[in-house]
């Protein structure tokens, strides 16, 4: 009997499966992936993107060129919803699309729905493609506009946030001069990055401070306008852009189609990666949370989950058991400072600013992608 394997989303997790179903074709499984966009992003590699050091293909996965490499058919389309009674998957523009097992990695995106103003004027950092988009209009307003100064407003101070404030500001000042650019940085704790040690938050605070940055902790941003942004302390900001960084949410439509999950909104799922109230769905990436262990939203867990979740998927194809997964207690983090530098994390041990280790963060980076750009074309 053939079977159909659908895949909702274009993550790492999902890319790194299609390589492998490729490598390892099932015979009698029709594959197919649904994804909005036909080039998925690396998130190793946006930062050194935003700051010039990467054209667009040098850190996208080409994804109808994985398909077709995967034996995989490909609907370029918007999941909107589940019928897991019929097992279903139902899409903005194209008739549903019918699975026997299903996987999800569709990411995240901002959580910015209860702060006014922001889903009208701010532009979130998630769904990459938009956020990319409204960065290179941005790229090409300035440029036409010569060195007319410009003030940048990122709304949170985590690690994204904070890397994303020193990747534009140095992109920014090599078109428009450094005089002319300002960043406004708002964070609503007293400190950044509080999934970071000590040491690296300070070095980083201390980083930005020393560039110019505007730092306002423990600011909690209330309001947002097309001049500029509110905080409940009274303080008002006036900018020209600005730009969302907050903790991760999910879409409505995963816990209103039945799937169990987390208060967040993300599917829970067993050590498996399989939902732990639907068998026949599985979940990777930032939109999944594991059951038994608790571990941030970053990229580098979805990258690992690539090779169990096909693992899985091919148990499940071939009615073997399951295997569990355990993810690393502690991750490497090589965050980028904007200017060929990268400053090291992990646990409570940190270093850096360095170029050694921007060229060592560069290299994992290329080393992943490779993994795409090698496919053979037929």
């Not at 930062?47 to 050091?53: D, Q, R």
């Not at 040690?197 to 600011?219: A, M, P, S, T």
């Not at 409940?232 to 409505?252: K, M, N, Y």
């Not at 979740?309 to 399951?322: A, H, I």
């Amino acid at each position: 009997m053939v079977k159909n394997l659908v895949l909702i989303g274009g993550g790492h997790s999902h890319a790194i499966a299609l390589r492998l179903f490729g490598l390892n074709p099932l015979p009698g499984v029709n594959l197919t992936l649904i994804t909005d966009c036909s080039h998925t992003p690396y998130s190793g590699m946006l930062p050194g993107h935003v700051a010039g050091f990467y054209n667009f293909d040098e850190c996208h996965i080409d994804l109808p060129h994985l398909c077709q490499f995967a034996q995989a058919q490909i609907y370029i389309d918007r999941a909107i919803g589940l019928d897991l009674e019929n097992n279903r998957v139902l899409c903005a523009d194209r008739p549903a699309v019918t699975f026997d097992l299903l996987s999800i990695d569709i990411g995240s995106t901002p959580a910015k729905i209860s702060v006014p103003g922001a889903a009208e004027y701010a532009i979130p950092a998630k769904p990459v493609p938009q956020f990319l988009q409204a960065w290179n209009q941005l790229l090409s307003e300035i440029t036409i506009a010569g060195t007319k100064p410009i003030i940048i407003a990122i709304v949170g101070g985590g690690a994204g946030g904070v890397e994303l404030a020193l990747t534009m500001q140095q992109r920014l000042r090599k078109v428009i001069g450094r005089e002319n650019v300002k960043i406004h940085l708002f964070h609503r704790s007293r400190e950044l990055m509080n999934s970071h040690n000590l040491w690296v938050r300070q070095r980083l605070e201390k980083i930005l401070l020393q560039r110019g940055i505007q730092l306002h902790l423990q600011e909690n941003v209330c309001e947002v306008k097309s001049g500029g942004v509110r905080c409940e302390s009274g303080l008002t900001v006036e900018c020209d852009r600005i730009f969302w960084v907050t903790q991760a949410s999910a879409p409505s439509w995963l816990g209103e189609s039945g799937l169990t999950t987390d208060s967040s909104g993300f599917i829970l799922v067993e050590d498996t990666l399989r939902s732990v109230s639907h068998g026949q769905v599985f979940a990777a990436g930032d939109i999944a949370t594991m059951k038994n262990y608790q571990r941030p939203k970053a990229g580098v867990f979805a990258v690992r989950q690539g090779k169990p979740l096909f693992e899985n998927l091919q148990q499940m194809l071939l009615s073997k058991p399951l295997q569990p997964y355990r993810p690393q207690q502690e991750i490497l983090g090589l965050i980028g400072t904007g200017d060929g530098r990268a400053i090291a994390s992990r646990g409570n041990w940190g270093c850096g600013p360095s170029k050694l280790l921007w060229v060592w963060k560069d290299y994992i980076d290329r080393k992943f992608m490779r993994l795409f750009g090698d496919l053979p074309r037929t």
